[in-house]
């Protein structure tokens, strides 16, 4: 037991060393024989372990997140062949398959669409430049890809006591969705191809590129090792929730799933239950599809901090999957804006405040964001309501509508 303690603690004051020498501007060549040294033949989990004590410990996510690239660089030539005969991988339909294919255009897009015409010469540089924003506006699905991963894989990888990575990698998606927007901002501004840019564009590719790797080679590995087959038949199902980067994507249905699939609720209920409130009641049927009905979506997260319900209206504002229920709601944001919600809860909690809205336009829409703390009669605090809706089609009425519609 002392020397897993000793090994422990070395490796965490190793990962420390090396995020000081990273902070102080060495590069991940110069430390990448410090992270072999302290590392070799460890498992990625292990690390991951290590990673999840420092961050349990007060280390902030944002400097774990620097060793994310030297993770890479080590593991590229360390890691042992994954691919065995039954590789998930290669079964059509299953979530991995889906995410290496996904990867594989992404790589197609990088290689095809926009390497080729960062050339700095003077030859067709309109003709190059309308090229570029073509394939770099094509980087911008990078968010679907990305939101399956955050939404549905993370939280069983938080299920299984992983937690530092999914908050890591979530980090580093952002800010690639950050720099694909503003490329594609500067590239719509018709500036002139020079350096500065290539240069810009470059390291984008070579961070997307990484990630790639870390998700194939990392990641899947971590998930593969934990999830069960019921679990993987979950994410598949609840991906369309999301959508996908690939146009055709088989569906999947492993025996082994569907014999352990969850039966619906409205069967164990009773088919003639009915739900009893103070000022009515309803059936299971009839209290989901009119919550499904309402113009808005609602999701609820219980005193705990925990995602417990949301409904599943036809037009979602934000994208929603059943692997959340059960997750904190910490962990259901990004690391840049996830202190926002923790101190919107914490307001709540202590009675500072009982309402919270913000709006911001998105994709078209003007989506207004507002959360309620639910209390009980005796004002004990019971948990958040968020409510979402897209307030454009009513900024937009004017005048008065007597009549019924024809």
């Not at 399956?148 to 980090?171: C, D, Q, R, S």
């Not at 002139?192 to 990392?218: A, G, H, P, R, Y």
Request: proline residues 4%; contains cysteine.
């Amino acid at each position: 037991m002392s020397e897993y303690i000793n090994n422990r603690e070395m490796r965490q004051n190793a990962i420390k060393e090396i995020i000081k020498k990273l902070h102080e501007g060495k590069s991940v060549e110069e430390v990448k024989q410090l992270f072999e040294e302290a590392f070799e033949g460890v498992s990625a989990s292990e690390i991951s372990a290590a990673e999840t004590a420092l961050i349990a410990d007060g280390l902030p996510v944002e400097e774990v997140q620097k060793l994310c690239d030297v993770h890479a660089s080590v593991f590229k030539g360390s890691i042992e062949e994954i691919h065995q005969p039954d590789d998930p991988t290669l079964i059509p339909g299953h979530p991995l398959n889906v995410l290496v294919k996904e990867n594989k255009k992404i790589a197609h897009i990088i290689e095809n669409g926009i390497r080729p015409y960062l050339v700095l010469t003077k030859d067709n540089v309109k003709d190059k430049l309308l090229k570029l924003k073509e394939g770099v506006n094509q980087l911008k699905d990078l968010s679907v890809h990305y939101g399956k991963k955050e939404n549905l894989l993370f939280p069983y990888m938080e299920k299984y006591g992983i937690t530092a990575p999914p908050k890591v990698m979530w980090g580093v998606d952002d800010e690639i969705r950050n720099q694909v927007k503003e490329t594609v901002d500067l590239l719509d501004q018709n500036v002139k191809l020079n350096e500065s840019l290539v240069q810009k564009i470059e390291n984008l590719l070579d961070k997307i590129t990484e990630m790639i790797f870390k998700e194939e080679n990392i990641m899947a590995p971590m998930l593969l090792e934990q999830l069960t087959q019921e679990e993987w038949k979950t994410i598949a199902d609840e991906s369309g929730e999301i959508g996908f980067m690939i146009d055709h994507v088989p569906q999947w249905n492993p025996a082994a799933a569907d014999r352990g699939k969850d039966k619906t609720n409205i069967k164990e209920a009773g088919e003639t239950g009915l739900i009893k409130l103070p000022s009515g009641e309803f059936k299971l049927e009839e209290l989901t599809t009119m919550l499904n009905t309402l113009p808005f979506d609602i999701t609820f997260v219980n005193k705990d901090d925990v995602v417990k319900y949301f409904s599943e209206g036809k037009e979602r504002a934000f994208p929603r999957t059943k692997a959340i229920i059960g997750r904190n709601v910490s962990n259901c944001h990004p690391p840049a804006s996830v202190h926002i919600v923790e101190k919107i809860v914490e307001d709540f909690k202590t009675g500072k405040k009982d309402q919270e809205d913000f709006w911001i336009k998105m994709a078209g829409k003007y989506i207004l964001i507002r959360y309620y703390a639910v209390r009980s009669h005796e004002g004990e605090y019971l948990g958040v309501l968020e409510v979402t809706q897209d307030i454009k089609p009513i900024q937009e009425i004017t005048g008065e509508k007597r009549l019924i519609s024809e």
